[in-house]
């Protein structure tokens, strides 16, 4: 049976056309962190991130953090003072990837930060920069406390507050 009807096309189109984005989306998704530009990140649905926190901790304690989002749950780490994990994942294709981390350390309290939404993290119109490669900083400072480190401003980092009631 011919497709002769405009309506018949016209979907057809629209079908080719969205296997084709969906197809390049994975391709651009493994472009190279240090490229110039990021190809399809902030762009496209898929990208790869790689979210890493560093124990920055004035009183040299050790940092306990628990991230999970509504699909991942990494369990509880304990980070040694100037040590660092991580973990990797791809942002969904709604682009509403969220990773909620909760802290804790001796003597430091009870604190929840978002480490990566889609929405400020992988966004050409976020807050920040776009990243491939997310890396946080916790402990350095009382008022802005947890900052994400930019390649591009080193001594500059984006910092924030907790988020504890969020």
């Not at 050790?62 to 980070?79: A, M, P, T």
């Amino acid at each position: 049976m011919a497709f002769t009807s405009k309506p018949h096309f016209i979907m057809l189109c629209m079908i080719y056309s969205t296997l084709i984005l969906f197809v390049s989306a994975l391709v651009l998704s493994d472009a190279p962190a240090e490229a110039p530009t990021s190809g399809g990140d902030g762009l496209l649905p898929l990208s790869e991130k790689h979210v890493v926190i560093r124990n920055k901790l004035k009183n040299r304690e050790i940092l306990n953090v628990h991230c999970r989002s509504s699909e991942d749950d990494f369990g509880l780490k304990h980070i040694p003072w100037n040590g660092a994990w991580g973990f990797r994942f791809y942002v969904n294709f709604f682009k509403t990837t969220k990773f909620r981390c909760h802290f804790t350390w001796h003597n430091g309290g009870s604190h929840y930060f978002y480490i990566f939404k889609a929405s400020r993290d992988d966004s050409p119109v976020g807050e920040l920069p776009i990243c491939k490669k997310c890396i946080w900083e916790v402990g350095q400072d009382d008022v802005t406390p947890i900052c994400r480190i930019s390649r591009e401003k080193k001594n500059n980092p984006y910092c924030f507050e907790w988020e504890d009631g969020a």
